[in-house]
């Protein structure tokens, strides 16, 4: 029993050993399989080259292009103000806004003119006289006659004397006609500070009146948007307004929105130093329709806020993506024909909130991917959940412009 309790484990371990090499030797040999490759979805759009323009947005206040204050070139009292003299009364240009009392002035005119008669007879005297004294000069004397002989002195003084009267008639004829106010342009009234029966110096405000004619637009615009804009940083007084960018202003006060079109004219002196803004200037012709046949359309008000979208530079076969297409600030992900996809360096024209304008690196009708994929090698192959129909820089069917 002893020996059997010896050789029965030997025994058992012999046989697992001898059934292990016959399995090596003549068992069914397996091969590795490579896994399934599991591809991921992806959401894609198609490429479409095309120009496009570039805007800039900006906001600000609506200004009048003329604003001052209407004075007094004469004192007096106020005896008539105009209607229209009133805070946001319009008025047309050569309208009279205000009267001042005028008997003085046209005394002062009677007075001037009554100088001038007498002047003028002084002159005649001593043109006289001094033709008599030539005259006797040549029957007695005897060589030729001096300047006091000839009374030059004299007419040139009687001569003076009809200029200075002349003038004192004119300023008071131009003192007469300035007792009427009149409207130096088409313009609105901002304020009102006379009325009737006050009097008035020379040079004392009446009032402060801006025009009509044409609405200004300051827009800070930032530094780094320059670049998209053709903006005219070199402003000369006589060049030509019209030849700026187009520029439309948008404004909705009472919850109803509403445009009109203008132009950059200028842009300021300087960059400003703390915000590194520009300042364009827009300009609106006829902001209040006054000159509109067509109905009334609505008035462009000064000191209304509005928002400001400027026509920039023309980016030739460029390409517009949905901003969730742009990886790593210049990477896309494509899809070529073998659903696999690419990852492609690309040169960003403009980045926005929405979206994103590539240069002229991808084709037309190539497939950029735009959902989320957490890990990425390229040339891993994709599976495209939709048929990649949909437009670059249309997301869900609907396109934008930044």
């Known amino acids: ?19 292990a090499a016959l399995l090596v030797k003549f068992g069914r040999k397996t091969r590795p399989v490579d896994p399934p490759e599991v591809a991921p979805a992806v959401e894609t759009v198609a490429v479409e080259l095309r120009d496009h323009q570039f805007r800039v ?36 240009k050569g309208d009279d806004l205000a009267r001042i009392e005028k008997r003085d002035f046209e005394l002062a005119v009677v007075s001037a003119e009554a100088s001038l ?25 005897e060589g030729e006659a001096g300047a006091l002989l000839k009374r030059e002195p004299q007419l040139a003084q009687a001569r003076a004397a009809v200029d200075a009267a002349e003038a004192m008639v004119e300023k008071a004829k131009l003192d007469l006609a300035r007792c009427v ?26 009032g402060r009146l801006y025009s009509v004619a044409r609405a200004e637009v300051r827009l800070p615009i930032p530094e780094e948007d320059l670049a998209f804009l053709e903006l ?32 950059i004219v200028r842009t300021e002196g300087r960059i400003d130093p703390r915000s590194r803004m520009v300042y364009a200037v827009a300009r609106v012709n006829d902001p209040y329709g006054r000159r ?77 991917v735009v959902s989320a994929l957490d890990a990425v090698t390229d040339g891993m192959f994709v599976r495209v959940a939709n048929d990649g129909s949909g437009r670059a820089g249309d997301e869900e069917g609907k396109g934008g412009v930044p």
Request: net charge neutral; glycine share 10%; with cysteine.
């Open 292 to 368: 509109t046949e067509a109905g009334k359309p609505d008035p462009l008000a000064v000191g209304l806020f509005v928002d400001c979208e400027i026509e920039g530079r023309v980016a030739k076969g460029a390409t517009v993506l949905p901003r969730r297409a742009l990886r790593n600030r210049d990477e896309v992900w494509s899809v070529d024909a073998e659903s696999r996809l690419r990852v492609r360096k690309v040169g960003v024209l403009r980045a926005g909130r929405d979206e994103v304008i590539i240069g002229s690196e991808l084709e037309s009708g190539e497939r950029v």
């Open 57 to 92: 947005r900006a906001q600000g206040n609506v200004s009048a292009e003329v604003e001052i204050d209407l004075t007094a070139e004469v004192a007096g009292k106020i005896e008539w103000v105009s209607k229209a003299m009133a805070a946001g009364g319009f008025f047309a």
């Open 181 to 206: 106010i009149k409207a130096p342009f088409d313009g609105r009234v901002e304020r009102k500070v006379v009325d009737a029966g006050q009097f008035v110096n020379r040079g004392m405000p009446l």
């Open 117 to 141: 008669i007498q002047a003028r007879a002084a002159l005649v005297r001593e043109e006289a006289e001094a033709a008599v004294a030539l005259k006797e000069w040549k029957e007695l004397g």
């Open 232 to 263: 005219p940083l070199a402003f000369a007084g006589d060049q030509d307004h019209e030849t700026g960018p187009a520029a439309r202003v948008i404004a909705g006060p009472a919850g109803r929105e509403r445009e009109w079109k203008g132009r």
């Open 1 to 19: 029993m002893k020996i059997l309790r010896v050789l029965l484990p030997l025994f058992v371990v012999a046989a697992g050993v001898v059934g």
